[in-house]
């Protein structure tokens, strides 16, 4: 089921009750779900990605927009009749029940025609127990179960009634790290078997990079950026989705535009034909700098940490916007620990300019444009029509 947001607005009345100030938590949302994808809607906390959640499962109306679940508009629709499964952070379980009762709940509940007999509500428990891997615990309590098996069950839960759409609000945040990792991979899973359209809200990029066929980066509830994960990554649109995304984080510098070539601090480090004279940000990935006697930018050297196959350089500049640069290089990389400097070159693909004022992306000579929403999803489906003749081919094979 492909989900489709249209200009959709959410504006709350403060909730400061001496002040009349309003909150737009999500402002002018465009963008399309396409069917059986999972969708991680990113950013920092407060950015309105809740708010769009619940919008889309009806628990909230907009203000202004639409949405639509393939062609129908479900904008004034209550969240019952969409065909909506929602799984919280805090998985919220009944727990006097038993997992299986937990899970049997919703069904219990369906009227009219919805209503199943006894028989296919316990065939339905029976799948989707298998589903998310639970069919040995069913005759527990939750108290008696971990964190992510907890969750398990309200992902069980949510998947019951067969809904057309899965909604996840940080379902992962209140589970330990290693558990963390296990859920994710085991969400991925589910949503890959059962083809249900999937959105997954996270303030954790890596976790939202690391599940998700496709990210909307939001910020103050304007969205920044959407597309695949690595061309995110890969192509960041303005400052702000440049540092969102990326462990170690991207480096900053300020920089500068002059005659056509860009300058940190006094070292031309690339050539900006066409830009005007101007003052910039310029990020560089951890994994864009290379070891160079004779690099073009300079740094101060301060430690070297062995990883193995890859060497991480701590080292600092005065036109560093943070205290330290961090760069990960080749372990064969020839470093002399024992200098004060270190010269990088700079890999071009690894490095983004951005305007100081307006923090949003300057193009250099070279660089790809990031594709819009709508011609990313119009391409992927073209494409998608015309592989699926070789897909089906070697899933037979
Ligand atoms: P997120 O889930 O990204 O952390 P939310 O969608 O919960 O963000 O909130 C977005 C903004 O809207 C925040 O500024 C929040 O304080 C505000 N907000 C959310 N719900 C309400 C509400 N019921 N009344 C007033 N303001 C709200
Ligand atoms: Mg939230």
Redesign the pocket.
């Known amino acids: 089921m492909k989900v489709e947001l249209q200009n959709i607005t959410?504006i709350?009345?403060?909730?400061n009750k001496k002040s009349n100030e309003m909150?737009?938590?999500?402002n002018d949302f465009t963008f399309t779900v396409p069917d059986g994808k999972l969708i991680g809607?990113l950013?920092?906390?407060?950015?309105?990605?809740?708010?769009?959640?619940?919008m889309i499962s009806g628990l909230?109306k907009p203000t202004s927009g639409k949405i639509f679940f393939g062609e129908d508009d479900v904008t004034e629709l209550p969240p019952e009749k969409r065909g909506i499964g929602l799984v919280f952070q805090n998985y919220a379980l009944y727990p006097h029940m038993t997992v299986k009762q937990n899970i049997l709940f919703p069904l219990q509940n369906l009227k009219g025609v919805d209503k199943l007999s006894k028989e296919q509500m316990l065939d339905r428990v029976d799948e989707v127990s298998k589903l998310v891997q639970l069919e040995q615990y069913l005759d527990r309590k939750p108290s008696e179960m971990s964190g992510g098996q907890q969750q398990r069950v309200a992902i069980a839960r949510a998947l019951v009634k067969m809904p057309r759409v899965l909604l996840l609000?940080?379902p992962l945040s209140n589970l330990d790290a290693r558990l963390r990792l296990q859920t994710r991979e085991e969400i991925r899973r589910i949503q890959r078997e059962t083809g249900i359209t999937t959105i997954f809200?996270t303030?954790d990029q890596e976790e939202a990079m690391s599940i998700s066929d496709m990210i909307v980066v939001?910020k103050?509830?304007v969205i920044q950026q959407v597309g695949e994960p690595q061309e995110v990554y890969d192509n960041p649109v303005n400052l702000f989705v440049s540092k969102f995304l990326g462990t170690p984080p991207i480096n900053v510098f300020n920089g500068h535009i002059r005659s056509g070539k860009l300058y940190i601090g006094e070292e031309v480090i690339a050539d900006a034909k066409d830009v005007s004279d101007k003052e910039v940000y310029v990020g560089i990935r951890p994994e864009g700098f290379i070891v160079d006697p004779n690099g073009k930018l300079t740094c101060n050297l301060e430690s070297r940490e062995v990883m193995g196959r890859d060497v991480s350089i701590v080292s600092n500049h005065p036109e560093s916007a943070n205290p330290i640069v961090r760069s990960i290089v080749d372990s064969e990389s020839p470093i002399d620990v024992d200098a004060q400097t270190i010269k990088y070159n700079i890999k071009k693909t690894k490095m983004f300019v951005f305007d100081k004022e307006t923090e949003e992306r300057i193009f250099l000579e070279g660089d790809k444009l990031p594709y819009h929403l709508t011609q990313y999803v119009q391409e992927k489906e073209s494409v998608n029509s015309k592989s699926s003749e070789e897909s089906t081919q070697e899933e037979n094979s």
Do not use: I, N
């Not at 909150?23 to 999500?26: E, G, L, M, S, T």
């Open positions: 959410k709350f009345p403060s909730r909150v737009v938590a999500v809607l950013g920092p906390s407060g950015c309105g990605k809740s708010t769009t959640l619940y909230q609000d940080e809200v303030h939001m103050l509830g």
